[in-house]
């Protein structure tokens, strides 16, 4: 068998001493840029495989982080990944990726396998129902959590996602501006923080412009494509007749777009649809959906940040931090045509 290169190996071939080897194989700002790249490329043409199970019981980190969330298909939160993704990168830390699918069982045993593999810490969009204790398991244990898209109530612990009830507001505000006074909500749950928190920005705006409430014009429980074309045969079949609809994501308002067309509607002339998140697939869309940015990869950047900091023993203060979102306005919305 071919002999095991040790870092020794590397340092006599380089003139360097093997703590120098070691600190550049963990990217340390001890040990100059240009003498890193040249280990790094002395170790992998010698073929060296850094061993991370020993470097964690030297240093008692292991530089895996662990993310998980609802469902990684959803492009919403794809985007939040990429944005982690990137900022663990420059840190040469490592993630694993686990979707809970809203399964509170699923995502405590994803904690409890990165507990046992020392996780440095874990990012999460906790699934409806998560008890705080499942959080505080991972805190009490010595690996940091930190939260997005979704908050737990009563758990103080450092939470990145959008200002929800703003945004759907500006949506809505939107709507009524351009004279609708009939406006569906289509999509969401009363059982996540998200769904609450824009369920009652849509409320807030309606009262402000002083628009009658009426709970039937809310159709509950949408979060996909599928869900939001289904929904468009009940939107038509509502008495009230609304001209217009506040989808609870974009994937929900794609959705709806296909199933009103399907029944001979134009949306943005028709009938006025705004979605949510600003996904890539909301400016191709036919037609170009108008809908909020909420700040995917602002969240995913800061919640790494936020981890990373806490890891190095200086973080910013627990509690909800908001990423205040932002219209865009495209061709699925237009002036109410009253015939």
Known sequence: MAQKIKLSTIAESLGVSTATVSLALRDSPL????????IKEQSRALGYIYNRRAASLRTSRSGIIGVVVHDIQNPFYAEILKAIESELDRSSHTFILSNHYDSVEKQRNFVETLLQLGGDGVIMSPAIGTPREDLE?????????????????????????GDDSYGISLATNHLIGLGHRTIAMVGGTDQTSTGRDRYQGYVNALKKANIPVDPALRIAGPRSKQGGFEAAVHFLSLPQKPTAAVCWNDLVAIGFMNGIARAGLMPGRDISVTGYDDLEEAAIATPGLTTVWNGQSEVGRLAARALLDKLSGSHEPDGIHLIKPEMRIRQSTAPLHRS
Do not use: F, Q
Not at 139 to 158: T, W
């Open 137 to 161: 398991l991972a805190e009490n244990n010595g690996m940091p959590a930190i939260l997005v898209a979704r908050s737990v109530e009563n758990l103080d612990l450092p939470t990145y996602r």
């Open 31 to 38: 040990v100059a840029a240009a003498t890193r790249e040249k």
